[in-house]
Structure formats: structure tokens, C-alpha cells
């Protein structure tokens, strides 16, 4: 038998995989590390069969560890007897509670069989929310930002957590970067902000991200010569394509090929 470790996706429940739709559907009990990830759960499964676990709100690292062994102790018989399922937000992998519950069972329940489920991710879910590209060749980096904390250093982050924008933003334009603002992005828990400006989400929330760029990072992309070849700002249109090829503009856009 088997414990599945599942991603739910950023927070819309139909942004669960159909693999993990169909797995949450299929086990005997699904465990939730939080209440938003719960809620998500149980579009797919009923409520009666979500476990109940409890986490301390604590940076206490002893306090910590003895809720996760308390925790693997609850789901470990469960996926020996049946299938079990540990569901988070995103991706189990990727900035995820679902680590901890790993390494616990590895130390205590090494016999449990386990499988993870991919998620989708913040960190790719946000650039269709933003409205932004991240292009072939671009390097991309995932930071924290929580307390008002402003990384800097690769042209492009992802920062999570950014629970003080002003304070962050300050530190991120006096470095040099263009940035944009997107909380409870995907998530019909709580409204889904979109903003470069730091004061209309300057109240506490954890599941606000960042976007930063320098504004020297823009990449020369070959399709972004569509927009100035032909002479005319904007995007070359069917219409204009067939002026082109009828002589009526300029002869330095024609193709040799």
C-alpha cells in the first residue's frame, strides 16, 4: 500500500492534475497540512474522509519535530492498511511541509511506500496571473522575502512569502529592479491582487509573490522583430503581411526564402 504525496496546484480546484484528481478519489483517507489546502481537498473528496492533523504555528524546532512525528505516527499505519494521501498547495517538492513528512517517515516508518504527485507550481502558475514571459534562455531564481527582506543578485526572482511589500520594494528598486505584485493568485480563498504598487497590498498576507526584473534583462528575442521590421509599430497583422507580399511597403521586410 502506499502513501501518495500529492500537489493540489496554486488553489483552484480545477487546476489539480487529473492524475491527482483521480488518486484523491481513490484512497481511503487524504491528510492536509492547512485549512486552504483542505478546502481544495474536499471539491474531491468528501469531508469524511480528510484526516485531521495539527500544526503548530511555531518556528520552535524541537516543537517542530515532535509534531511531525506525531503526524507520521497518525499516517503511517493508514498507508500500510490502504492507500493514504498528504496533499499541499503547489507542488510537494518545491517550498513544500511535504519534505518534512518525508524525512520523518524515512527516519521512523522507513517501510512505508511512498509517491509523489506533481503539482502545479507558484513558481510557474505566476507568470500567466502576472501577465509576464520568462523566455528561453532566461535564468530564474526562487527567494524568500518575508519581514520586509529584499534578495538581490540574479536578473530575474520569484520571491515568496512577501509579507511587508513596501519595505521589500524599497530594497528591490534601489537595486535596480522593475517589480510586480500578485497575492492568492489562482485561489478562490481570498481576492486575487495584481499590482506594482506595493501600498495596495502593503497589509500581512503569506501568500503574496514577487516578480523582479532588471531592466536590463530584456532578452533579443528573433519573434520580437515582428513588431518593427515592416516600418509600423505593432504586431505584423494578416493584412499588412499581404501588403508586404503585394509590394506596398517597404521591400527590406521581403524574405529571400
Not at 123 to 128: E, V
Not at 212 to 238: C, K
Request: charged share 30%; proline share 6%.
Amino acid at each position: 500500500m502506499t502513501l501518495y504525496g500529492i500537489g493540489l496546484g496554486p488553489g483552484e480546484p480545477e487546476l489539480v492534475t487529473v492524475r491527482g484528481k483521480r488518486i484523491l478519489e481513490d484512497v481511503d483517507v487524504v491528510y492536509s497540512p492547512g485549512r486552504l489546502s483542505r478546502t481544495v481537498a474536499t471539491e474531491h473528496v468528501p469531508e469524511a474522509r480528510i484526516g485531521d492533523l495539527d500544526f503548530p504555528m511555531t518556528r520552535d524546532e524541537e516543537k517542530l519535530r515532535r509534531a511531525w512525528k506525531e503526524a507520521a505516527a497518525e499516517i503511517a499505519p493508514r498507508a500500510r492498511e490502504g492507500d493514504a494521501a498528504f496533499v499541499t498547495l503547489g507542488d510537494p517538492n518545491v517550498y513544500s511541509t511535504f519534505g518534512h513528512l518525508r524525512r520523518t517517515l524515512d527516519a521512523f516508518h522507513p517501510d512505508v511506500d511512498l509517491e509523489v504527485v506533481p503539482g502545479v507550481s507558484a513558481m510557474t502558475a505566476f507568470a500567466t496571473a502576472l501577465g509576464v514571459e520568462v523566455p528561453a534562455g532566461s535564468g530564474l531564481a526562487l527567494r524568500e522575502a518575508d519581514q520586509g527582506r529584499s534578495p538581490t543578485g540574479p536578473d530575474r526572482m520569484i520571491l515568496f512569502k512577501v509579507t511587508d511589500a513596501p519595505a521589500t520594494h524599497e530594497g528591490l528598486v534601489d537595486a535596480g529592479y522593475d517589480v510586480t505584485y500578485g497575492r492568492r493568485l489562482f485561489m478562490e480563498q481570498g481576492e486575487t491582487v495584481v499590482t506594482e504598487d506595493p501600498g495596495e497590498i502593503d497589509e500581512r498576507d503569506y501568500y503574496t509573490l514577487a516578480y523582479a526584473t532588471r531592466s536590463d534583462a530584456a532578452e533579443a528575442l528573433a519573434t520580437a522583430q515582428f513588431e518593427t521590421t515592416d516600418g509600423h509599430s505593432g504586431p505584423v497583422t494578416e493584412e499588412r503581411a499581404e501588403g508586404v507580399a503585394c509590394g506596398d511597403e517597404s521591400p527590406e521586410v521581403r524574405s529571400d526564402d
